[in-house]
């Protein structure tokens, strides 16, 4: 399958401990954020989202938690395991007529066994 | 899986030439959304369809085009091809309405020599 982010940003992370992803948004107008988990030869997988009005959300191993004051998004995934290895995408939607996406670069996530 | 499909998988074409690429969308989705993913770099919003009408379009020329049909199923077609045309075309349908997850298809590996 294609791969997916040769050049991204890398995390390395020994499993079973914790990750934390970071992701810098552009739109101060931007009221709903979305993460994606990308693995190669597949498109993006939704993980969690959270909307303007909150600053933290959980999920099942993970928590997104939002600052829009400094507008930093980030996904904090615990006891990180072999299958949590692929690219991460942030993306904001600014444009409440629709769902169009804005995304950032990414991250790549490699878990050590 | 989602339950959003697209074909071809991969593809190659020449310089000049025109592609089509289809997608069908999740059961229940009414909206179809097209994104281009370059080698390492986030997706980058197409357009995205509902009701069969162009919904809103992002930075890209007119020689982008789509169509979605009554089954909501969708086909996005690029005429003149150009080398940097050569990406990983994703598909994304949801349900339209503000804030609303988009579910993305495996996309279409488009090389063009």
């Known amino acids: 399958g294609e791969s997916v982010g040769l050049h991204l940003p890398t995390l390395s992370v020994q499993e079973g401990d914790n990750s934390i992803i970071n992701c810098a948004y552009s739109?101060?107008?931007?009221?709903?954020f979305i993460w994606y988990k990308q693995e190669s030869g597949k498109g993006p997988q939704f993980i969690i989202d959270?909307?303007?009005?909150?600053d933290k959300r959980q999920g099942q191993r993970v928590t997104v938690l939002l600052n829009k004051t400094v507008k930093h998004l980030s996904l904090q995934i615990a006891a990180t395991q072999p299958g949590d290895s692929a690219v991460y995408f942030c993306?904001?939607?600014?444009?409440?007529?629709?769902?169009?996406?804005?995304f950032g670069g990414g991250t790549r996530l490699m878990v050590k066994p | 899986e989602t339950g959003v499909t697209q074909s071809p998988t991969h593809l190659i074409k020449t310089r000049g030439q025109q592609v089509t690429l289809r997608c069908s969308s999740q059961?229940?989705?009414?909206?179809v959304s097209w994104y281009q993913q370059a080698l390492g770099q986030g997706p980058q919003f197409i357009f995205q369809?509902?009701?069969?009408?162009?919904?809103g379009r992002g930075n890209f020329p007119p020689r982008f085009s789509g169509l979605q049909f009554p089954n909501y199923s969708s086909e996005l077609n690029v005429n003149a091809l150009e080398l940097d045309d050569s990406a990983l075309y994703l598909c994304?349908?949801?349900?339209?309405?503000?804030?609303?997850?988009?579910?993305f298809g495996s996309g279409t590996q488009l090389s063009v020599l």
């Open positions: 059961s229940g989705h009414n909206t």
């Open positions: 994304a349908s949801s349900v339209q309405g503000a804030n609303e997850k988009l579910f």
């Open positions: 993306a904001e939607n600014y444009n409440n007529a629709g769902n169009m996406l804005t």
């Open positions: 959270i909307r303007s009005n909150m």
């Open positions: 739109n101060s107008a931007s009221d709903y």
């Open positions: 369809y509902y009701r069969e009408e162009e919904n």
